[in-house]
């Protein structure tokens, strides 16, 4: 949907119009960010009876899944599916890969060691992982745009009804083959933002304030209180999109390039880059605010430095 800006430079609330869904992006980066460092000091917050703050993690990777089903689909609606534009957004997910790796590499040339042995790290790279870990979102997202790419070649006004499917498929599978679910029930957001895509018209009208209420009110039965497993690992995550989407429609960003904003149109160089110092600092030395406020600054600066090179190695 268009976007209309007023005079102080603020973006007029619109259906997840493209700086808001940057904003939302980077604030939910900025979760993973907390998530993934907090997690070295799981016996600590435990203590304190704070490590339910660990699963703000999932709910933002779900909505990552969410705005990558909205806005690849309505890319595929927009353009023509051919080698170039296959080949411009598969190279926007493997060039942050790639310089993540060199990074990695030099950081561990100028520390004077590796976390793993060198074997260990190039099958990992090989096998498009990260640095003894799985990466299971980035595998999982480059699966799906390939598949998503392949029907929208050969059967275009059927492609994300068949993604869609291909995906509750895939769910399905490894729900029932006894997989934890913290792999797999955030995917499901990704046919939520293909049907929002798809009905922009019917799913996107303005919620009253007891809409916000309701929605708030489903979220804690379902996280809190519904005894079926599965339910209340896929519905959390759900109600979430729906809540941000519904949200687009009340609040207005900045255009002005700020921080979050930053992050959140450069989310796969975050994902990646903080391995960085995670794997390189010791959290039990540096302890649980360092670490946490360190990681997260090393990992924006790598950020801009990575970018920056992905823009000098295109341009050549």
């Not at 083959?177 to 303005?206: E, Q």
Request: proline share 4%; with cysteine; hydrophobic share 50%.
């Amino acid at each position: 949907m268009a976007q209309t800006e007023t005079d102080t430079g603020r973006t007029e609330p619109s259906f997840l119009n493209r700086d808001y869904t940057s904003f939302l992006r980077g604030m939910c980066m900025m979760m993973i960010l907390f998530s993934h460092t907090a997690n070295e000091f799981t016996d600590l917050l435990a203590q304190y009876h704070l490590n339910g703050m660990l699963v703000c993690g999932r709910f933002a990777t779900g909505i990552f899944f969410f705005l990558s089903g909205y806005g690849l689909t309505l890319s595929v609606h927009r353009n023509k599916i051919d080698s170039s534009y296959v080949c411009r957004h598969l190279r926007n997910l493997l060039c942050p890969y790639i310089i993540f790796w060199l990074f990695y590499f030099l950081t561990g040339l100028c520390a004077g060691h590796f976390p793993s042995a060198h074997a260990v790290l190039f099958t990992d790279f090989l096998l498009l992982k990260m640095p003894d870990a799985d990466a299971w979102f980035f595998r999982t997202i480059l699966g799906v745009y390939i598949v998503y790419f392949a029907m929208a070649r050969f059967m275009k006004p059927y492609s994300g009804t068949g993604v869609a499917v291909l995906i509750v498929l895939y769910v399905s599978v490894l729900a029932i083959s006894g997989v934890s679910d913290w792999w797999w029930n955030t995917v499901l957001c990704f046919p939520v933002g293909i049907l929002y895509a798809n009905y922009p018209h019917v799913l996107s009208k303005r919620l009253p304030l007891k809409g916000f209420v309701v929605i708030a009110c489903l979220f804690v039965v379902c996280y809190r209180f519904v005894p079926f497993h599965l339910v209340r690992a896929i519905l959390p995550p759900v109600i979430c999109c729906l809540f941000f989407a519904s949200l687009s429609l009340r609040v207005s960003v900045p255009k002005k390039e700020s921080v979050i904003g930053f992050m959140g149109r450069n989310s796969l160089y975050v994902y990646f880059m903080e391995a960085i110092p995670i794997d390189y600092m010791d959290s039990e030395e540096v302890g649980l605010f360092v670490f946490v406020l360190g990681s997260m600054l090393a990992t924006l600066v790598l950020t801009y430095v990575g970018k920056s090179v992905e823009r000098l190695c295109l341009r050549r």
